[in-house]
C-alpha cells in the first residue's frame, strides 16, 4: 500500500490552529487527537474544534479518540466530517458495537490498542475495520520515545490483512520520526502518525512530510 503521513497537531499552536494546518498540505490526512481527562490524563478536543479543523483544513481528518466510553460520542466525532475516527479497544466493552455506529455514520472506522494490550483477541477485526493503530508510546503525551518492542504486533495486523486480501491502514503513533519510521514500515506500517517530527523541527512541516515519505518508501 502507499505509504501515508498524518501529521499530529497535538505538536502544533492550537490558538494558530488555521495556519498550523496550512502548512502541512502536502500530508495525506491530520491526525486529531482527543483526550478525556479519564482514559488518559490529559486533555484536548471536542467535537467542536474537530468540526472547525475539518471546516479550515486542506487535507481529510484522521481522529484518534483516547476517551472512555467511545460508544457515547462516536456519532458526535463521525459528524464533524472526519474521513476515519479510530477509537481504544481497552475504552468499552463491545468494540465491534461502536465499529457498527461508524459504519452507520458512513465514517471509515479504526481500531487502536495501548503498547501493553495484546492484539490477538482483535485480529479478527482487521478483516472488517479500514485502520489498525498500533500506539508505539503510551498514549497521552507527544514527544515520547518510540516503542521498538510493539512492532511484533504491526506485522501480527499486516500479516492478517494480506491473508484477508484487504487494503488496511496499519497506522504507529508516537515516537515517529526519521530514525524510526524505517523501522516501523519495514515491520508492516504504511500509516504514520509525526506530531513533534513534522512541527518541532528545524525544516518547516512540508519537508519534514517529504522526508519521512522518502524515508517509509525506502524502508
Ligand atoms: C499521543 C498521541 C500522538 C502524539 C504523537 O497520545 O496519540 O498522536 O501526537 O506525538 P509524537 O509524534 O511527538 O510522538
Ligand atoms: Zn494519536
Known amino acids: 500500500m502507499q505509504v501515508r503521513i498524518n501529521p499530529s497537531v497535538l505538536a502544533a499552536d492550537f490558538v494558530n490552529m488555521e495556519a498550523a494546518l496550512q502548512t502541512i498540505s502536502t500530508a495525506d490526512a491530520v491526525h486529531v487527537d482527543v483526550m478525556d481527562y479519564h482514559f488518559v ?46 477509537f481504544h479497544v481497552e475504552a468499552t466493552d463491545d468494540p465491534v458495537a461502536v465499529i457498527e455506529a ?3 455514520a458512513g465514517t471509515h472506522t479504526g481500531i487502536s490498542v495501548k503498547p501493553g494490550t495484546p ?10 475495520v479500514d485502520q489498525v493503530l498500533i500506539m508505539t508510546v503510551e498514549p497521552g503525551f507527544g514527544g515520547q520515545s518510540f516503542m521498538e518492542e ?10 492478517r490483512a ?16 526519521p530514525d524510526t519510521i524505517q ?19 528545524e525544516i518547516s512541516p512540508a519537508e519534514a512530510i517529504a522526508e519521512l515519505r522518502a524515508k517509509a518508501q525506502a524502508a
Open 150 to 159: 510493539v512492532l511484533g504486533k504491526v506485522t501480527a495486523v499486516s500479516t
Open 41 to 86: 490524563p490529559n486533555l484536548t478536543f471536542g467535537p467542536q474544534m474537530v468540526g472547525r479543523i475539518h471546516e479550515v483544513s486542506p487535507i481529510p481528518l484522521d481522529v484518534h479518540l483516547m476517551i472512555e466510553h467511545p460508544e457515547r460520542w462516536v456519532a458526535d466525532f463521525a459528524a464533524t466530517g472526519a474521513e476515519c475516527v479510530t
Open 162 to 177: 494480506a491473508e484477508s486480501g484487504r487494503d488496511v491502514w496499519i497506522q504507529v503513533d508516537g515516537g515517529v520520526g
Open 119 to 128: 492484539i490477538e483477541p482483535y485480529l479478527d477485526l482487521v478483516e472488517r
Open 102 to 104: 461508524l459504519e452507520q
Open 183 to 201: 523501522a516501523a514500515a519495514r515491520a508492516g506500517a504504511n500509516t504514520f502518525v509525526a506530531g513533534s517530527s513534522v512541527f518541532d523541527r
